[in-house]
């Protein structure tokens, strides 16, 4: 059984880097064509995806945060972090971590088929 | 960056069919995936591969894919399926989702 859970601050003022972690069980990001992925969703608002760390460390992220943004994997204790610098008022969402799987042989085209229950953060001074 | 467009809401009655579109350049030659999204819980993958439906998922969950469009399809819609939908496409190696459908079953 796949589970993922998101833990982190839930306030965090502008300008400071948030830090999330991601802690999973049921999957080694050691296996072939394995990955976790960022996604958030501000209040109301539609899903935003944000990174993804594959499980040959390979790391695709959003063109519009990518500068902001750094995702790293911990396979022996089965946890993604996720680093966004310089937050503001707009990054107030609630961020959720979910399994990637990928079936076509290209191991960039996959979906989301496991989320975590996200962990909202709120940016305010 | 590539955009995926979907209505903002579509309305059906109980056990009618909806049909949910969600439009791209050449989306057709790319894998959608649908996610289904009740108020205040995580989103449940409801289709993948344009038509493919995971385990656990009711039959009356169907997908299609040709041209620009995607369409998710539920039949028979029941009250339960009441839930904002979101679309996903891969495009140059970084993910896209769609702005998301509020279907109101009526």
């Known amino acids: 059984q796949i589970t993922l859970k998101e833990s982190g601050p839930t306030l965090v003022k502008p300008t400071q880097t948030l830090t999330l972690t991601c802690t999973f069980s049921?999957?080694?990001?050691?296996?072939?064509?394995?990955?976790v992925g960022w996604i958030r969703q501000p209040p109301g608002k539609a899903l935003e995806w944000l990174a993804l760390i594959y499980w040959n460390d390979d790391t695709p992220y959003n063109p519009s945060v990518r500068i902001k943004l750094t995702i790293t994997k911990d396979t022996s204790k089965n946890q993604v972090v996720l680093t966004m610098t310089n937050v503001g008022p707009v990054d107030t969402a609630t961020y959720y971590c979910?399994?990637?799987?990928?079936?076509?042989?290209?191991?960039?085209?996959?979906?989301?088929?496991?989320w975590g229950q996200g962990t909202p953060v709120t940016v305010s001074s | 960056s590539y955009e995926l467009t979907q209505p903002p809401s579509v309305s059906v009655s109980p056990g009618q069919t909806a049909s949910v579109p969600c439009s791209g350049d050449?989306?057709?030659?790319?894998?959608a995936s649908w996610y289904q999204q009740r108020p205040g819980q995580s989103p449940v993958l409801v289709i993948y591969?344009?038509?493919k439906r995971p385990s656990g998922i009711p039959e009356r969950f169907s997908g299609s894919s040709s041209g620009n469009t995607a369409t998710l399809t539920i039949s028979g819609t029941q009250a339960m399926d009441e839930a904002q939908y979101f679309c996903q496409a891969w495009d140059s190696n970084t993910v896209a989702f769609g702005g998301g459908t509020k279907l109101t079953v009526l």
């Open positions: 050449k989306l057709g030659d790319k894998y």
């Open positions: 591969h344009d038509h």
């Open positions: 049921g999957f080694s990001l050691s296996t072939t064509a394995v990955g």
């Open positions: 979910a399994h990637f799987s990928s079936t076509t042989g290209n191991y960039y085209v996959g979906y989301f088929d496991f």
